[in-house]
């Protein structure tokens, strides 16, 4: 079969679609990706992939979105795929409806978080999931990460050919693991980056924009003797609200600012978090947050807003702590207690680290979309 990966930018494929397009070209399938190029398409192409280039915006440019719609059809036309697989948002949508058009014949959408939830407010989010059930008119498979959205789903009839299937997260067990209490290289890193061995270190890694929760997290740690690193950066096509301001509020702090570090973006994020004691992501909105599984897999505790996708992958109260969004007053007690208590954070993170292994393990889930999708073209190849 002749496989196409779909997202808007090439971030998302280098950092969460590689590994999918590997085992799909393993299996045997011919894969093709296609995003807006950027300077990671270049790495992903180094890895013997043929990436094509759509003019994705992540806006409300109404021609942008037709022009990509119109170039889409074309290379489906040219490339003719067997499937079309389809990554956030806005390139889902005008993913699967160029596929329609252009008579592919089978289209599959993985909802790695509907950008429709709880908190918004309901015009908006009704609007949300209307846009998300024209997309399910062309959709014969649809993907969710997180059981809710699957729920959801089923609820609101977002997939034309009914398949639903909750696939879970995933990330590499080989790459994020403990580290060792004798490891040099976190006790490296520590000393480099001004971390004494007793010194508790907080991690975050996310966009820099205020739905990940940076305000509340910067306000919550003011008062909290930590360090707090920060992992992350803006991305150009990014629309989220600014925490510029935030941020200037911390560098203005002497005693903050000491204790805080912006990274930007690292590809090295399996030896911060084995550096690190506590992870924390304090988040308006999420899918089924990676970054969770990648601290839950390194034996961190966690400490995540009670949202879709974080509560199911933190058991409160026994893999970590889940509080209300956009408290300040929760987060910052939370917090305090896993930095002020050691046996607390290796029992929390032990527990994370076991409950990661057994289910979240990214073999697990590409192993899931490798059947299922191996079934579903069997069936309508036998259909046609």
């Given at each position: 079969m002749k496989i196409c990966q779909l997202a808007?930018?090439?971030?998302?494929?280098?950092?969460?679609?590689l590994p999918l397009m590997n085992a799909m070209r393993n299996h045997g399938y011919e894969v093709v990706g296609v995003c807006a190029k950027g300077p990671l398409a270049t790495k992903i192409e180094e890895q013997g992939f043929q990436i094509e280039n759509i003019d994705f915006r992540r806006n409300y440019d109404l021609v942008s979105h037709v022009r990509a719609y119109r170039q889409l059809v074309a290379l489906f036309r040219r490339e003719r795929f067997d499937i079309v697989h389809v990554h956030t948002p806005v390139a889902a949508l005008i993913g699967r409806l160029a596929a329609a058009r252009a008579g592919v014949p089978m289209t599959v959408y993985t909802a790695h978080g509907f950008y429709f939830h709880e908190h918004q407010y309901w015009l908006i989010r009704w609007l949300f999931i209307a846009l998300e059930w024209i997309g399910g008119r062309f959709t014969d498979v649809l993907f969710t990460q997180a059981q809710e959205d699957a729920e959801a789903a089923r609820r609101y009839g977002?997939?034309?050919?009914?398949?639903?299937?909750?696939?879970?997260?995933?990330?590499d067990a080989a790459r994020f693991h403990p580290a060792s209490d004798d490891d040099a290289d976190r006790l490296a890193l520590r000393s480099e980056l001004d971390a004494a061995t007793t010194d508790v270190v907080?991690?975050?890694?996310?966009?820099?924009?205020?739905?990940?929760?940076?305000?509340?997290?910067?306000?919550?740690?003011?008062?909290?003797?930590?360090?707090?690193?920060?992992v992350g950066e803006r991305l150009e096509s990014d629309h989220a609200a600014s925490i510029d301001v935030a941020i200037e509020k911390v560098t203005a702090d002497p005693a903050q600012?000491?204790?805080?570090?912006?990274?930007?973006?690292?590809?090295?994020?399996?030896?911060?978090?084995?550096?690190?004691d506590i992870f924390v992501l304090p988040s308006h909105r999420e899918g089924m947050p990676r970054s969770i599984i990648e601290a839950m897999m390194t034996g961190l505790p966690v400490v995540a807003t009670d949202i879709r996708g974080c509560r199911e992958e933190v058991i409160d109260g026994e893999t970590g702590i889940l509080v209300p969004i956009k408290s300040t007053t929760e987060l910052h007690k939370a917090l305090s207690s896993l930095v002020n208590e050691s046996r607390l954070r290796a029992i929390t993170g032990q527990a994370g680290r076991k409950r990661a292994a057994a289910l979240y393990d990214e073999k697990f889930v590409i192993d899931r979309q490798l059947q299922f999708l191996t079934m579903r073209s069997g069936d309508q190849a036998n259909d046609a």
């Open positions: 808007a930018v090439d971030f998302t494929l280098y950092h969460f679609l977002l997939c034309r050919g009914g398949v639903i299937e909750a696939i879970g997260n995933g990330v907080v991690l975050m890694v996310g966009r820099m924009v205020a739905e990940k929760g940076y305000p509340e997290l910067f306000e919550a740690m003011a008062k909290i003797d930590a360090h707090l690193w920060i600012s000491s204790r805080t570090k912006f990274f930007g973006y690292r590809d090295d994020v399996e030896k911060l978090m084995r550096a690190a």
